[in-house]
Each structure stands twice: as C-alpha cells, then as structure tokens.
C-alpha cells in the first residue's frame, strides 16, 4: 500500500492560499484530501435547516468537484473524528496528517484527543496558522505575556507587520500577508476516482433558503469603510463573516488589500485576531466573563422581555429591526450588534450569555472568539469592555446612524402605527436600574475577591 499524508479541511476551505495544504503537498508523499462533518458539532444545532450547514455542504461539494478536476477527489465523511480516524488507519498506510488550527475549546480537545491517537499508530500530526495573521503567543507584551487591552495590542500588531514589509511601490506588503502557492504542487495530490458525498438529509438536515453573502467586495466598500460602516441602512461593509469563519477566503489576502486601502477595515481584522488570542490564552471566557468580579451581577434574566428581544418586539425600532433582520437573514449591521447586545444586557438585566447563545445560533458568521468578546465587551464584563456606565440609548442611537429611518422602516414595516408595540421598559428608568445593580454587585464583589 502506497504510504500517503492526509490534509484534513476544517475552517479552510479552499486550494488556494492555504497554509496547511501547502505544506502537506510540499511533503514528499502524496496528499489525500479529507473532510470530516463532524457529528460533535452538528448534533448541537437546533435548526435541522440551519443555513451555514447548506452553505459548508455546497462548499465542499465545489471543493470536491475542484479535487476531481484534477484527477483527485475528496474523502468525505460524517462522524466523530476519534471514530472516523481509525477506519482511514485501515484504509490508508498514513504517514502525517496536516491541518490548520482551530483555536475553540472544542476544537483544540479534538485535536489533542486525535494526535494522540495517530501517535499510537506512529502518525504525525501537524498543524499550521491559516485562520488568523498572528496567533498565539506571535503578538504579546513585552515580558512575554498576553494584551488584554485592545489598544496596544494593535499598535504592537502592526508593528509587528512593518517590521517584516517586502515589495515595493504599490506592491509593499507584509511578510505575514504573503500567499501560499498551492497550485504549483497540484500534481501531488492522491490519484482518485470521484468519491460519494454524504446529502443533507443522510446527516438529517434540509436545505435553507437563506441567501448566502458573496466572498467578493467591491474597493469601493473597502476604501469607504471608515465613512459608511455605522449606517446599517447603506449597504456599506463587505459581509464576508460567513467565508472567513469557515476559511472560504484567505484572511492574508483581504489583509493586504486592507493595508492598502483602508487602516479602519484592517483594525476590524486585528479585532478577529485579538479576540482569537484571548480564547487561547483565557479559555475561561467561552463559559465565564473574563473579569470575575461580573459574576456577581444580579441578572433578571425575565424569559417574557427575553422572547420580546429575539421576536423583535421590544418597542424599541433599532432595537427590533436588528432581531428581525437576524432572525430573517441571519446577518445583523455591526453597530446594530452593539445596540442590541447592550439593550438585552444593560435595559433589560439579561445574562449576556443568553445573548451571546441566541447570537450563535442565528448568525452566519458566528465566529466564538468573537462572538463572545463582543457579548462581553457589551456586558462590561470582557477584556477591553465597555465600562458599565455606558448604556446604548437606542432612540439617540436611531436618530444618529439612521436618521431617516431607512433600515428601521424595512425591517419593522408597522413601525409609527397602532399595531407596533410600546417600549417593553422606560429607557431612563432600566438605565439607572442598571446602574445601580452593578454598582452595588461590583461593590460586594471588591469584597468578597480581596
């Protein structure tokens, strides 16, 4: 039996540009292309129609198609990867296994529990930076330990970049945006007659009609990024959450148009890194708020203002609009997020985790590490947090980013007439109930942590 290494797809699906899959074709063996849909994951989605399951089989049946273009396939299969890696044992004489790494919890025990495994049968396993531009330990502090602190996180960041520039001109980039060129090694892939591919409904699932974003961008939305991005009613950010969650596109290329076109789209990508190093480096934050002392607060968590805030139905128009056009597209404007993240958690007193859990369900681009330090910057409970005294006004938020009422008309189509709700909760009352919960619950906290 032919000895061969295997490159195992995850959240990196494309030939092009891929770290991992380029060092395994550069290896002397041949490569058998692997795609596992992994049953851990799919078995906790509530949704039996979940879009971004329709959009991962689609993708993985171009990328099977793109492998059989060149006399290869794709070895799909649909499983617990602990269960799933001893038949390809049996099946292939297997040297190495390459991937990219995954930095969830979930996914860095997976990963651990099969490279033990492969040991067992004298397997390598190798894993490679592809999700992120730096990750890890590649940006810390001076003494060698990780930022907390958005801000000079940043700076150390894109010095980090300047101090490895190459090109020149109009061609000047970072070494760390440097392409993987995959296709010159094409010819190494394993040789392979088309191979089955699961269906939807074999893993119990049915195709969605949500429409999935492009992974093109116009210039255009790039280089007026920093204008437009606050207006949820322009169609002015580029909707790629969804291709570089699941690695449809590379991180290192947008990066480098970034760099070249905009400083504020670039900032909005060091956020995914910054926010990846933090679930490394303090895994605690996927169940727990970074600060300890946050677990103290006092959370109403009442389910009837809770099913208000997923329905869209809190008599707040930006508020509501945001929920629906989630609950319809399963895409919300950023500045959207804020406002709503922080009406659930500040007006109404409700465990950010219950929002940060209806987020994930919903959102296309969910992304963990983000989703999560968004939800807990709004609670003011995360790493570089908004301070609890900072509460979202959502008419003066309406009034500021969607003056005319573009994208609250659209989406709350009742909106100024009898049949569109009263406000769920009084602004100025619910802000100073929030104040002082977590004044007082900070105060015990200070306390009891001394």
Request: charged share 30%; aromatic share 14%.
């Given at each position: ?25 550069k290896s002397s063996k ?41 006399g290869s396939s794709l ?74 602190v958005f801000t000079p ?298």
């Open positions: 039996m032919q000895k061969v290494n295997i490159f195992w797809f995850r959240r990196d699906l494309r030939l092009q540009d891929n770290a991992g899959l380029f060092h395994a074709l041949k490569v058998v292309p692997l795609f596992i849909f992994d049953k851990s994951i799919l078995d906790a989605l509530k949704d039996r129609s979940d879009a971004r399951v329709t959009f991962l089989h689609d993708t993985i049946s171009d990328l099977k198609s793109q492998l059989e273009g060149q070895v799909v299969r649909y499983g617990h990867p602990l269960e799933v890696f001893p038949d390809l044992i049996q099946e292939f004489d297997i040297d190495h296994v390459f991937t990219n790494r995954d930095y969830e919890p979930y996914a860095k025990e997976r990963d651990t529990a099969v490279r033990e495994l492969l040991a067992q049968h004298q397997i390598g396993f190798q894993d490679f930076k592809d999700h992120v531009i730096f990750d890890r330990d590649e940006v810390v502090k001076g003494d060698g330990t990780p930022y907390v996180y940043s700076r150390t960041w894109r010095s980090k970049l300047e101090e490895h520039m190459v090109g020149h001109g109009d061609e000047r980039h970072s070494y760390y945006f440097q392409s993987y060129p995959n296709e010159e090694y094409a010819a190494n892939y394993f040789d392979s007659a088309p191979l089955p591919l699961i269906s939807l409904e074999e893993m119990d699932f049915t195709r969605s009609s949500i429409p999935i974003p492009s992974a093109t961008v116009t210039r255009k939305i790039i280089r007026e990024y920093d204008e437009k991005r606050d207006y949820p009613a322009m169609d002015a950010t580029s909707r790629l959450g969804i291709h570089f969650r699941f690695g449809t596109i590379s991180i290192r290329e947008k990066a480098r148009h970034a760099q070249r076109l905009n400083a504020t789209y670039l900032t909005e990508l060091i956020w995914r890194d910054f926010y990846s190093q933090i679930l490394h480096h303090f895994p605690h934050v996927a169940e727990e708020p970074f600060r300890k002392k946050y677990d103290f607060i006092p959370w109403r968590n009442n389910e009837a203002e809770y099913e208000a805030w997923k329905k869209g139905e809190t008599g707040y128009p930006i508020v509501d609009a945001g929920m629906r056009q989630l609950n319809e597209t399963g895409y919300m404007h950023n500045r959207v997020r804020m406002i709503v993240a922080s009406f659930l958690t500040k007006h109404l007193l409700i465990d950010w985790r219950w929002g940060e859990a209806y987020f994930a369900e919903k959102l296309l681009d969910f992304d963990l590490a983000s989703n999560n330090g968004g939800w807990q910057w709004a609670a003011g409970c995360g790493t570089d947090a908004a301070p609890y005294f900072r509460i979202f006004n959502p008419e003066s938020q309406m009034k500021k980013f969607d003056g005319k009422k573009d994208y609250v008309r659209h989406w709350v189509p009742e909106f100024g007439t009898h049949d569109y709700p009263a406000p769920i909760v009084d602004h100025k009352m619910a802000r100073q109930r929030c104040l002082d919960a977590y004044k007082a619950s900070l105060a015990h906290a200070d306390e009891v942590l001394v």
